[in-house]
């Protein structure tokens, strides 16, 4: 098992991105023919210990009320876990955005930052 155990319809992958409130994860579905399919065949997991979760939490409740936003990650639900040594793990299930982030973006323009073009294309609800 993983540290953080894998899902009911989900398989955890290799961590993405490691921040101040929890760690991000590829996962794949298990079984794509399920009744889980509703789900894409590949997510972003985000988790955290649920002792330490409440700002994934918060960012779940933020999702939920910004779900009609094109350019906004879609979040697909929660989950909680099992993770090494009985440890409970809250897990946010999320679009993959395989694009990077924008501050990855911003890293890779050498220094000159984004134009205020390519700054509303990223983030632009419409």
Known sequence: MNKYGDGVAWKRGGI???GSFGSVY??????PISKYSYFPSIMAV???????SSSIQK??????NLKSCPNIIQCFGEETTTG??????FNLLLEY???????EKIKKSGGKGLSEFEFQVLTSPY
């Open 16 to 18: 993405l991105g490691k």
């Open 97 to 103: 955005g395989s694009g990077g982030t924008l501050s």
């Open 46 to 52: 985000k988790s955290a210990e649920v002792s330490v």
């Open 26 to 31: 590829l996962a794949k579905l298990k079984n």
């Open 84 to 89: 090494e040594n009985g440890v409970m793990v």
């Open 59 to 64: 960012e779940r409740q933020v999702l939920s």
